[in-house]
C-alpha cells in the first residue's frame, strides 16, 4: 500500500494550495480518507475527513470555509483546495486512509490504518 501526498510547497498568507494524494495497493473506494498536519513541536491534527461516498465530510474547525477535500475515486486520489491560508497551517500535512471501511468519517488519527509520508507546506506572513 502506498500514499504518496503532493502539492506542499511555500506560500504567502492569503494565498492557496491544493494538495493531492495518490494511492495506491489498495480498494481506495473503500476507505474513508482524511489529512492530518503535524507543526513543529505539536502532535499530529485531524485536518478533514471524507467518507468513500463523499457524502460525508467533516473539517477541524479551525479550517472550516477555507479549506476543502475532495475524492476521486476513479482516479484512487484525494484533495485538500487550502485557500485562504495562515501562516498558522504551516505544518507537514499528511494523508491517510481507513481500509475497508463503512460509508462514514474518521476523525481520531488511531483509526487509520495506512499514512503517507507527508508534504510541508509553509506560510509566510
Known amino acids: 500500500v502506498q500514499l504518496q501526498a503532493s502539492g506542499g510547497g511555500l506560500v504567502q498568507a492569503g494565498g492557496s494550495l491544493r494538495l493531492s494524494c495518490a494511492t495506491s495497493g489498495l480498494t481506495f473506494s473503500r476507505c474513508v480518507m482524511g489529512w492530518f498536519r503535524q507543526a513543529p513541536g505539536k502532535e499530529r491534527e485531524f485536518v478533514a475527513t471524507?467518507?468513500?461516498?463523499?457524502?460525508?465530510?467533516s473539517y477541524t474547525d479551525s479550517v472550516k470555509g477555507r479549506f476543502t477535500i475532495s475524492r476521486d475515486n476513479a482516479k484512487n486520489t484525494v484533495y485538500l483546495q487550502m485557500n485562504s491560508l495562515e501562516p498558522e497551517d504551516t505544518a507537514v500535512y499528511y494523508c491517510?486512509?481507513?481500509?475497508?471501511?463503512?460509508?462514514?468519517?474518521?476523525?481520531?488519527?488511531?483509526?487509520?490504518?495506512?499514512w503517507g509520508q507527508g508534504t510541508l507546506v509553509t506560510v509566510s506572513s
Open positions: 491517510a486512509a481507513v481500509g475497508r471501511s463503512t460509508d462514514t468519517i474518521v476523525e481520531v488519527k488511531g483509526q487509520y490504518d495506512y
Open positions: 471524507i467518507s468513500r461516498s463523499a457524502g460525508g465530510i
